[in-house]
T-cell receptor, first 110, second 115 residues
């Protein structure tokens, strides 16, 4: 069945460090891919998404590119801030439901 | 003007009790969902309703019963609460049911603790 595998962390970085969170998926067909972010004490919110191969999603300095050949959707940010501390979820859109990865907790220290 | 709201935000109760969580969305969406997030942050879908009809019913104990009185509301009733039900429950909504492309909008969560 469809699944998502992502780095689980937790990860601690210093402010202005480079961030990569790996995400790979298995699916029949070509799902849409998403990154959701959950800030402390809040619900999830969409960070970015891509709906077809080679699409790049971007938001708030974060980027991810839909790579069909490697079935990946890695999240990157060139310079993280303290306010980026959150849990990050990779997800794929199947025919009826989203399938989420296990989430990765990121802490950014000043 | 909260998009997806849930009540209560916190719920502490004894094992064996029955409790309900309510969810409302003012986005005009057709589809609503309930998710359970465990202590390790793992998120699992429980139910989905499209226009008041159940379309996703994952492997969930039948002590959990969702109810959608209209497409803006989706409530979750839990009978005979067990320790393992302690988790954060999130409601979400999307414009349409197709998970392939639809962005889901999440509520703030209900933190349930069963003692």
């Amino acid at each position: 069945g469809n699944s998502v595998t992502q780095m689980e962390g937790p990860v601690t970085l210093s402010e202005e460090a480079f961030l990569t969170i790996n995400c790979t998926y298995t699916a029949t067909g070509y799902p849409s891919l998403f990154w959701y972010v959950q800030y402390p004490g809040e619900g999830l919110q969409l960070l970015l998404k891509a709906t077809k191969a080679d699409d790049k999603g971007s938001n708030k300095g974060f980027e991810a590119t839909y790579r069909k050949e490697t079935t990946s959707f890695h999240l990157e940010k060139g310079s993280v801030q303290v306010s980026d501390s959150a849990v990050y979820f990779c997800a794929q859109g199947g025919s009826e439901k989203l399938v989420f990865g296990k989430g990765m907790k990121l802490t950014v220290n000043p | 003007d909260t998009a997806v709201s849930q009540t209560p935000k916190y719920l502490v109760t004894q094992m064996g009790n029955d409790k309900s969580i309510k969810c409302e969305q003012n986005l005009g969406h057709d589809t609503m969902y309930w998710y359970k997030q465990d202590s390790k942050k793992f998120l699992k879908i429980m139910f989905s309703y499209n226009n008041k009809e159940l379309i996703i019913n994952e492997t969930v104990p039948n002590r959990f019963s969702p109810k959608s009185p209209d497409k803006a509301h989706l409530n979750l009733h839990i009978n005979s609460l067990e320790l393992g039900d302690s988790a954060v429950y999130f409601c979400a909504s999307s414009l349409r049911p197709e998970g392939r492309q639809e962005t889901q909008y999440f509520g703030p969560g209900t933190r349930l603790l069963v003692l």
